[in-house]
């Protein structure tokens, strides 16, 4: 209920207001600390009712006022809190002006509420530090100070002391961060205050280090004693060790490295050196060892390190954990990175043994070999042979064993010139997917002029590797140099070694491997040109070496080789800058021919039939790209003719691979394509050797029992040549491609009638499980050309004769008007005759009477002309036989 003005009756309404304005001032403060804020705010704006309700009038007294001195006290407590309490809304609510006006209506009535003021005005001052209103931090700050100076502080509470020393301390940094000379003086002038009312105690301190970093200039002697007396007393605690950590960065921030160094030492030795101060320990001297190593680079920055690890190890018997050591190895390997780059190898090697000091001992087994294998480097460098072998037994067997150690030791021989194969030899047997110190030791013995350790390093590397690509090496000129020594020492073993051959091939084979990577090998300052000169001196170097023993090298060494240079020229033609003059597609085209030919060559001597396969696969693949490729070579039209003659007749050697290839992998769809081409050939040598592949062909299906339903796809192209027996249908395809080759051939073959019966005895043969029309024409053919070549002259039945047999027609019209230089083979003549009547038993056995008197009767013909004997006993055995025309 509201106040109006009225009366009070002496009947105890006082008191009822008095337990109101209790209540509602409670519940105020518990929606406050509860961040209830409107109801909060609605709470205060009821309580504002009864503020100023001590001082009663009640006219029921003798002289018209009855005053309750009690009553009136707590109501005035009551306000002064309540004003209190809106001050504290008004900062929640960011409304500083009304904060400020309800602070000036608090009064400060009592013990207890000038410390309730304080505190309220201590977070309203800390929370315009944090956001750094440094100003209005410093009045409301103030504020609170003046607050708990007016009382006397016996009578304040038991945390008035800590409340005191907090304002004072939130106060100091506001002054700090005013940043002028008045507010300078004000804090320093707190600051030893509180130094008289509280002596060393670490907010003090932490104040007076404050203002010293903030001092213009600053002074870093003063800085130094005053965080020396703070690391003396303060009570060690995580938060307090970091603070004293801060304050040491701090101190080697402003240039003051070596007085960071020593407070720290200080630091170290006095307080750390305890079982329960592991952990600040090594934080400590990891960061004494970072302070150490960021500044001087002689010996006065490792000389008190290696005392403050003495001291340690004096004072505390345990090393350090894995983690620390781990960091402080770090460090120092920095500091002895940097020596050695500056060529102090003295100061280097003495950093490598502070690294090594006993305080490390967990150091493990591969950081202990690194820094003993450092410190050999380093005595290398210095020429102090007796300082790298001391090393070197110092080290552990283990790491004495590594290959980099061994490394290290190998260069120490070749500098000493006392070859240690030994160190080679377990180098190359530790390694086993990282080559680089084995090729690192060729470099080494070939840049000492040891010619003889060079060849042995290579020798060990080839057994080993398969020249992959080390990391860290300029690969072109590693293989470049390897080549030159391989190379050299084949020319200079006077025959053909094959074991260095073979070395020679697993070199470029491995080149062509990396090949790709030679361009990210060579310095980002050159240009493409170094790339392309890299490629083309492999690519040759391949080429002539091939080239050069490709009659006494074995077929898959010559493979290897060209295979090889063949990478090479692939990806030297992809250089869009290549020049004309250095275009190497001949050069290609020539290795093409020559891997086909070997391909071949492994082909028909191996006697795995998959790997023969395989070889005839390979084979193709060559063939195939040496077509592409002259076809553009022709195309360009930049080739003289007898160029362009011996490429054809390198085409039509590859051809003929072709075929045989398509033979033994059974590619009998491809055959007729492979063929069209060999006809193309306008050469009669060539046209001749194909006859008698065409025949081998034919022999091979023969033996291969192929039937008519399983080769119907034969008939498709070339293939159908060799299987045409097979479907009826398109067998004029068959003879067409033969019978032409047959009058190709008679018109520039000197009208060798040897050939010519060859070849119609293998088209008689082929065509008798095809077409019994076409095997009697090849009789009467053979008998007809029989006789002209006896000088008797017959004229053609089958001139003008269509179809498959027309060709056969010309050829006869040809052998007319020709002589001939040779008899028809006697031999040819009793093959035809013996076969044609077996071929009539066989129809006379089917009872196909007809059929067998066709054959018989032409059998008889053939046999008449190759001799009386022959002759005489196919007819008695014809007479033999019983026919039913005759019965």
Request: net charge negative; proline share 2%.
């Amino acid at each position: 209920m509201r106040h109006t003005g009225k009366s009070r009756t002496p009947n105890g309404a006082p008191e009822q207001e008095l337990r109101v304005f209790k209540v509602a001032m409670k519940a105020a403060r518990f929606c406050l600390d509860n961040a209830q804020m409107g109801l909060c705010q609605k709470v205060v704006e009821h309580a504002a009712d009864y503020v100023g309700e001590g001082a009663v009038i009640d006219t029921a007294g003798p002289d018209g006022l009855r005053c309750y001195s009690k009553d009136r006290g707590l109501f005035q407590q009551l306000s002064t809190e309540y004003y209190i309490l809106r001050t504290a809304i008004a900062w929640k609510q960011g409304r500083l002006d009304l904060a400020e006006h309800m602070y000036k209506k608090a009064a400060t009535s009592g013990e207890v509420l000038a410390e309730k003021q304080a505190d309220l005005l201590f977070e309203i001052g800390k929370d315009l530090l944090k956001g750094k209103d440094f100003v209005l931090a410093t009045k409301w700050l103030e504020r609170a100070l003046n607050a708990l100076a007016e009382q006397e502080i016996e009578k304040l509470g038991p945390d008035a002391g800590e409340l005191k020393l907090g304002i004072v301390h939130s106060l100091v940094r506001a002054l700090i961060g005013v940043k002028n000379t008045e507010s300078k003086v004000k804090a320093w002038d707190m600051v030893n205050l509180l130094e008289n009312d509280f002596g060393n105690k670490m907010v003090t301190l932490l104040l007076r280090l404050e203002l010293l970093a903030e001092a213009d200039p600053f002074d870093a002697e003063e800085y130094f004693t005053a965080l020396l007396r703070l690391m003396r007393t303060v009570l060690l605690t995580e938060t307090n060790f970091q603070s004293i950590m801060h304050h040491v960065h701090k101190l080697k921030d402003h240039q003051s490295s070596e007085l960071a160094c020593k407070a720290l030492d200080e630091f170290i030795v006095t307080r750390l050196c305890e079982p329960t101060s592991a952990r600040w320990l090594e934080k400590a001297t990891i960061t004494r060892i970072w302070i150490g190593t960021s500044g001087t680079t002689d010996e006065v920055a490792f000389l008190p390190l290696s005392k403050i690890y003495d001291s340690i190890v004096q004072n505390y018997a345990n090393p350090f954990s894995a983690q620390a050591t781990h960091a402080a190895q770090t460090l120092m390997w920095k500091r002895i990175e940097a020596s050695s780059a500056q060529k102090s190898y003295n100061i280097a090697e003495s950093w490598c043994r502070l690294a090594q000091h006993q305080i490390f001992a967990r150091a493990g087994e591969v950081n202990k070999t690194i820094l003993a294998r450092k410190m050999i480097s380093c005595a290398l460098s210095d020429l102090d042979t007796g300082s790298a072998r001391q090393a070197f037994f110092e080290m552990s067997e283990a790491g004495r064993a590594a290959p980099a150690t061994r490394y290290l030791m190998y260069k120490l021989a070749l500098s000493t010139s006392d070859p240690e194969l030994e160190s080679l030899d377990i180098i190359c047997k530790a390694s086993s997917k990282d080559a680089t110190y084995m090729f690192a030791c060729v470099l080494e013995a070939q840049q000492s002029g040891c010619k003889q350790q060079a060849i042995a390093a290579l020798q060990k590397v080839l057994e080993r590797y398969n020249y992959s690509a080390p990391t860290g090496v300029h690969l072109p000129a590693l293989l470049r140099c390897t080549a030159r020594l391989l190379i050299a020492e084949l020319e200079a073993s006077g025959s053909l070694d094959h074991t260095i051959m073979e070395e020679v091939c697993r070199l470029f084979e491995g080149a062509a491997s990396q090949s790709k990577h030679f361009k990210g090998s060579i310095p980002t300052s050159t240009d493409s040109g170094h790339y392309r000169a890299e490629l083309q001196w492999f690519s040759k170097q391949a080429y002539n070496t091939s080239l050069k023993y490709c009659v006494e090298m074995r077929p898959e060494h010559l493979v290897r080789m060209l295979s090889a240079g063949i990478k090479f020229i692939d990806l030297l033609r992809k250089e869009t800058s290549l020049h004309p003059a250095e275009d190497p597609s001949l050069r290609l085209l020539f290795c093409h021919f020559l891997c086909a030919t070997a391909l071949t060559a492994l082909a028909r001597s191996e006697d795995n039939t998959e790997n023969s396969l395989q070889h005839y696969l390979n084979c193709r693949k060559h063939i195939s790209t040496f077509h592409q490729l002259l076809e553009e070579q022709f195309q360009a039209d930049g080739l003289s003719d007898d160029a362009k003659q011996d490429l054809k007749a390198k085409n039509f050697e590859l051809l003929k691979f072709d075929l045989e290839a398509v033979l033994r992998l059974e590619r009998w769809e491809e055959l007729d394509r492979v063929l069209e081409k060999c006809l193309q050939q306008d050469n009669v040598d060539h046209l001749e050797t194909l006859a008698d592949l065409i025949f081998n062909i034919h022999s091979e299906i023969v033996k291969a029992g192929l039937d008519m339903q399983y080769h119907k796809s034969l008939l498709l192209s070339f293939q159908k040549l060799v299987s045409a027996f097979c479907i009826s249908d398109n067998r004029s395809e068959i003879f067409d491609v033969i019978q032409r080759m047959i009058n190709l051939t008679w018109r520039h073959s000197d009208h060798d009638i040897v050939k010519l019966s060859r070849w119609l005895r293998c088209l008689y043969q082929m065509a008798l499980s095809l077409d019994d029309a076409v095997s009697l024409v090849c009789l009467d053919q053979a008998v007809r050309f029989c006789k002209q070549s006896q000088g008797v002259q017959v004229r053609s039945a089958l001139c003008g004769t269509p179809g498959p047999l027309s060709i056969l027609a010309n050829v006869d019209f040809v052998i007319l008007r020709l002589q001939y230089k040779d008899r028809y083979p006697k031999e040819e003549l009793e093959w035809l005759a013996a076969t044609s009547f077996n071929r009539a038993v066989e129809a006379y056995c089917a009872s196909d009477e007809v059929t067998s008197r066709v054959w018989a009767e032409k059998a008889l013909t053939v046999a008449q002309l190759a001799g009386d004997d022959l002759h005489g006993l196919l007819q008695g055995r014809w007479v033999r036989l019983t026919f039913h025309e005759d019965g």
